[in-house]
Nanobody, 125 residues
Framework: QLQLVESGGGLVQPGGSLRLSCEVS????????IGWFRQAPGKEHEGVSC????????EYADSVKGRFTISKDNAKNTVYLQMNNLKPADTAVYYCAAAEVCAWSVITPSPGTSWGRGTQVPVSS
């Protein structure tokens, strides 16, 4: 069974940077696409970015294009999200999950995804 653990969040000022990590167990990254999702207070989960199992395809929400970069290290079975030039609108709890769709700017979690604890990213001065 796939298990994912997020880390790396924390309070950051506008314009600052953070790198989130998603440690995956129960499968290797060669066989599963992974997405980053976020949930702001009072809102639904939103797809932020994803990376295909081959690593050849990455997708980003329009709101983060040019600022966020997703990558992975198959040897460490870890997916990263580098977030630069953070804005208050990026404030949310960030989660990683297997991605059912990671293509054509569509980022959706696998059906029945059970969200973990996530990692909080408050962006505030």
């Amino acid at each position: 069974q796939l298990q994912l653990v997020e880390s790396g969040g924390g309070l950051v000022q506008p314009g600052g940077s953070l790198r989130l990590s998603c440690e995956v167990s129960g499968s290797t990254l060669d066989y599963v696409a992974i997405g980053w999702f976020r949930q702001a207070p009072g809102k639904e989960h939103e797809g932020v970015s994803c990376i295909s199992s081959s690593g050849a395809r990455t997708e980003y929400a329009d709101s983060v294009k040019g600022r966020f970069t997703i990558s992975k290290d198959n040897a460490k079975n870890t997916v990263y999200l580098q977030m630069n030039n953070l804005k208050p609108a990026d404030t949310a709890v960030y989660y990683c999950a297997a991605a059912e769709v990671c293509a054509w700017s569509v980022i959706t979690p696998s059906p029945g995804t059970s969200w973990g604890r996530g990692t909080q990213v408050p962006v505030s001065s």
